[in-house]
């Protein structure tokens, strides 16, 4: 069937039909080949339980997770036309001359598996496969001339000898249509025919099969219309018009609910049509699309549509709660007002005023009829108010009165902004805010009037609110906030507000009545009148919500929620719950009007929201009711080193009914890939602008990251060991994802192993070893060289000791020398005495010889008396030699006592010779001393030695000396 129309693509030509549709349009994103990177055409959509989309394109299978997209190309690098999901989750895949699947590898990387060796060699070639159907475990392919049966162990081929159109399902029953034999039916592992009565025209050519009820399909064909399939019959479906695609032809078609269906067509888009046969609403390029030729069509799980166009690949949010609303054809015009009034939806724009009636349905976006431009509305349309039963318009060219379908000027000197009635109820007084200040109507007679401007005030005025007092606010677009009091329709007083007043500037002050109190909207946030002290002040009640924010409008709904416009961005303040909840709308940032920020909350159903092109419309309710669960995905890791390396795309194993990372394929990276980089979505189709991420990279990080938009991350210089990167998502309700999670191991380097651990430990305990035998040696040269110090000290100490042993014998000796010399002085002085004896005696002896010479007897008594006293001079010297022996045994310790001892027989003369003989003397000193001759001294000697028995060679002084010597040892 899809090689007619690809011939039918070039052949048809364009066939203006007309088709009604509703005045909300969804959004609609257009992804062109540059975006996705891939072939024009895209044959085929599906979605899995990743809720990735996948497209079957010209150049392979795309894969979109909701911010990227990637390519996997067939092995022959060939057009993918036809894709299926089947129950074991793989995805099925026919393209040209091949067949099989594609499912994640161990790692999560999408891989494909060719299904081609099943067959045998004279099956290998063969043309497109058009059409893959998912059956129990059976997955068909179907060809030209051949339907190929997979029961995933074998291959069963189903030729003809004509052609194979189409193959679908009905009622969970597998169909194809058969150039020759019509429909059939598989059953029993046979083609058998099974309609009983069938209204298709002989040239008919099916091109979808989808569930119309619960025992009924809609059957569509490329040139002859609709049918429905019930049981065994075929019947026409009728539209509520004639003709309503005109030549249209039909390409594709889904279900949508169970009213509602969509048509692809090659030259008109997409059809919404009901089971009535109304057309609903028709996308085409004029609403958006990108293309008009709808090859494929899917509905995903949150109910968005998405087209597989000629050209490109388009998403419609079909599920989504905020449409668009274009009251013109060209979509240009500028939103800047809207009001329902009278059961007529008024849309005021830069191009006019515009008119549609509301519908009965809750929801008036779904309003099915056309919109008229208001005559005499041309030209910007700044406001509508409803004053007093009636319609005033505030136009750039002047105030008006909307009636009957038409405007009626009212003053056409300015353009005015707004219109506010100085009493709550039934007024005759509107006091009106314009481009040179405050107009002021009058309104009698059910006419208004003009009564021209308020004297004193020169100043656009934007905003006008009125507060319980009757008091007129006005704010200025630079000069500040106007306090205007009127009494008997005239101004009574006024004075300007400025920033010496309170206000944080002079620029952009809007003034509205919001919970029953006059704020200020100002570039720092809401202020409040301080009526005692006649100041601006921070309002204290809007402050927890806006603070410093830059509040540009506000608006009270019915219910007592506020909504704002902060900066470019649209948000409420919902006091639905106990505890007051600001929701932002992020799916609008960027797109309202700079400067004529406009809200018109009708209902909880239709909130009106203007925007650079026409206006948005918001379903709050259904808004707040879509609670369905975030998806977030991890859709890419890559361990960067040298060179990037894929570690994952995506795809976890299916254990137990979980999708999960298994353990054993966790990857283990080198010390060397310590760099990663990781990719996450949140697969929510044409929510993505409401969605942020926060991660955490366990084992390394200590909390979680601050919520953002970014999603992607980078970890550089990781050390080793085992991680978890964990990441989850939120919408702008506050409503989290469960947590995606992928785990990798960086392994230390080789030097942190646990054999090189090991290794480590061995050779620590080989070098203490080492160090032990080297500080055993140390301590033993140490104990030696102790050793030798305690021998060189004892021995330093033993010198020491001597060497003081020496110094005291030294200081006895030199004491025993001093007593020596002492005791020698005596005895030196007793041997003079005794040498002054022998003169003495020599003396006596002359005298003696002289008396006998001279024998004078007068004389004799005289001499005699004088030798008698020198007689007695001897006794004296007796008495000293007694002494001088005393003192000789004291100073040389009892040499004569000891030698007395050792010789007896020694006489006292030979005592005296040995004493002089141990003094040195000389042999003439002891014949002195001994008054004897130097003869008699030899004589002596002589007998001494006989009696010392010692021989004539030995020294008598020396055997002297050694014989002290040894006594005193």
């Known amino acids: 069937m899809k090689l007619c129309l690809l011939l039918l693509f070039l052949s ?19 992804y062109s080949t540059g975006t996705y990177n891939a072939g024009t055409q895209n044959w085929d959509v599906v979605q899995d339980d990743n809720n990735y989309i996948y497209c079957a394109n010209n150049e392979g299978l795309l894969r979109f997770d909701g911010i990227s997209w990637k390519l996997y190309q067939l092995p022959n690098k060939s057009i993918l036309r036809s894709i299926v999901i089947g129950k074991d989750k793989r995805i099925y895949a026919g393209g040209q001359n091949e067949i099989g699947y594609f499912s994640p590898d161990r790692n999560g990387r999408l891989a494909f598996t060719s299904l081609k060796n099943l067959l045998l060699p004279n099956d290998y070639s063969f043309s497109d496969v058009w059409d893959v159907v998912s059956v129990g475990n059976d997955i068909f392919f179907k060809t030209k001339d051949r339907i190929f049966q997979y029961n995933h162990k074998t291959i069963k081929i189903y030729k003809t000898d004509s052609e194979w159109r189409f193959l679908g399902l009905h009622n969970n029953k597998l169909i194809a249509e058969n150039l020759k034999a019509g429909f059939l039916q598989f059953k029993n592992g046979k083609w058998v025919s099974f309609l009983r009565e069938s209204q298709l ?17 809609l059957i569509t064909t490329l040139k002859s219309g609709l049918y429905i399939l019930c049981s065994d019959k075929v019947s026409k479906f009728k539209f509520a018009a004639t003709n309503s695609f005109g030549n249209d032809l039909i390409l594709s078609a889904i279900p949508l609910t169970d009213d509602w269906f969509a048509i692809g067509t090659n030259l008109k888009g997409c059809y919404i049509v009901n089971k009535k046969g109304e057309i609903i609403q028709n996308l085409s390029r004029k609403e958006g699309v990108q293309n008009n030729t709808v090859v494929s069509m899917f509905l995903d799980k949150r109910n968005n549509l998405w087209l597989g166009l000629d050209n490109g690949i388009d998403f419609i949010g079909y599920g989504n709660t905020i449409k668009h609303i274009y009251p013109e054809k060209l979509n240009e015009g500028v939103g800047y007002t809207s009001l329902i009034y009278k059961k ?249 009007v700079s400067g004529f920020e406009y809200i018109y909350p009708y209902d909880r159903y239709n909130i009106f929201v203007g925007s650079e092109k026409g206006f948005f419309h918001i379903n709050l309710f259904n808004y707040l009711q879509n609670n369905k669960a ?26 137990d ?164 010399e002492g005791k020698n002085s005596e005895l030196a002085s007793v041997a003079m005495r005794l040498v002054h004896k022998g003169d003495i005696l020599s003396k006596i002896k002359e005298e003696l010889v002289r008396i006998r010479k001279a024998s004078n007897a007068e004389n004799v008594s005289d001499d005699f008396k004088k030798l008698i006293r020198a007689l007695k001079e001897e006794d004296k010297m007796d008495e000293e030699w007694d002494q001088f022996a005393g003192h000789f045994d004291n100073v040389h310790r009892d040499f004569l006592k000891f030698i007395k001892d050792a ?62 010597t040894s006594k005193l040892k």
Not at 12 to 18: E, K, R, T
């Open 12 to 30: 048809g030509s364009a066939i203006d039909s007309f088709c009604q549709n509703t005045i909300g349009i969804p959004d609609i994103i257009n």
């Open 201 to 217: 025209p002989p040239d008919y050519l099916v091109t979808s099969i989808i569930p119309f009820g619960r025992d009924s399909s």
């Open 344 to 592: 007529q939806l008024y849309i005021g724009t830069s191009n006019g005023l515009y008119q549609v009636p509301v519908s009965e349905i809750n929801d008036q976006s779904f309003i099915n009829k056309s919109f008229a431009l208001v005559p005499n509305t041309v030209g910007s349309v700044w406001n509508l108010s409803v004053v007093n039963d009636n319609l005033l318009m505030g136009h750039h060219d002047g105030s008006f009165l909307i009636k009957n379908g038409t405007a009626f000027p009212i003053n056409s000197q300015t353009g005015y902004w707004n219109f506010s009635p100085l009493s709550k109820d039934s007024s005759s007084l509107i006091i009106a805010g314009n481009y040179n200040g405050a107009g002021l109507l009058t309104f009698q007679n059910n006419t208004f009037t003009s009564s021209g401007n308020l004297p004193g005030i020169n100043a656009s005025l934007r905003s006008i609110a009125i507060d319980n007092n009757n008091t007129v606010w006005a704010g200025t677009s630079f000069k500040g906030v106007y306090k205007i009091q009127m009494a008997g329709g005239k101004i009574s007083n006024y004075k300007l507000y400025t920033d010496k007043n309170g206000l944080p500037s002079l620029s952009r002050n809007r003034v509205f009545k919001v919970k029953n109190k006059i704020v200020v909207a100002t570039q720092r946030g809401v202020y409040e009148y301080n009526e005692t002290k006649d100041v601006f002040e921070k309002s204290t009640y809007f402050r927890n919500y806006f603070d410093e924010k830059d509040i540009r409008y506000l608006k009270e709904d019915a219910n007592g929620n506020i909504w704002f416009i902060e900066g470019k961005n649209l948000g409420l303040l919902s006091f639905l719950d106990p505890k007051p909840q600001t929701i932002y709308f992020p799916e609008l940032n960027g797109k309202l």
């Open 630 to 655: 975030i998806p977030i995905k991890i859709t890419l890791v890559k361990s960067i080193g040298l060179r990037d390396s894929l570690l994952f795309e995506g795809y976890y194993a299916n254990k």
């Open 657 to 820: 009914g979980v999708l999960k990372q298994l353990n054993e394929v966790t990857p283990k990276m080198e010390s060397s890939w310590n760099s990663f980089h990781f990719e996450y979505s949140s697969p929510s189709y044409g929510h993505q602008s409401n969605v942020e991420y926060s991660y955490l990279l366990k084992g390394y990080d200590k909390k979680w990251s601050a919520w953002l938009k970014k999603s992607e991350k980078d970890y550089t210089n990781l050390p080793p060991g085992t991680f978890t990167f964990q990441v989850k998502a939120r919408n702008n309700l506050g409503n989290e994802s469960t947590i995606n999670s992928y785990s990798f191991t960086i392994l230390p380097p080789w030097y942190k192993t646990n054999v090189a651990y090991t290794i480590y430990s061995l050779l620590f305990c080989a070098l203490l070893y080492l160090l032990f035998l080297w500080q055993k040696k140390i301590l033993l040269r140490q104990q030696q060289k102790h050793e030798a110090e305690q021998k060189r000290l004892q021995y330093l100490h033993q010198l020491e000791l001597e060497n003081s042993e020496k110094e005291i014998v030294k200081l006895k000796n030199e004491k025993l020398k001093v007593e020596i």
């Open 903 to 964: 010789y007896p027989n020694l006489t006292p003369n030979e005592l005296k010779l040995c004493t002089y003989l141990f003094m040195n003397l000389s042999t003439k000193e002891i014949a002195q001393l001994m008054n004897i001759s130097v003869r008699g001294v030899e004589i002596s000697r002589y007998r001494l030695r006989k009696k010392l028995q010692i021989s004539t060679e030995t020294n008598l002084y020396e055997f002297l000396l050694d014989f002290s």
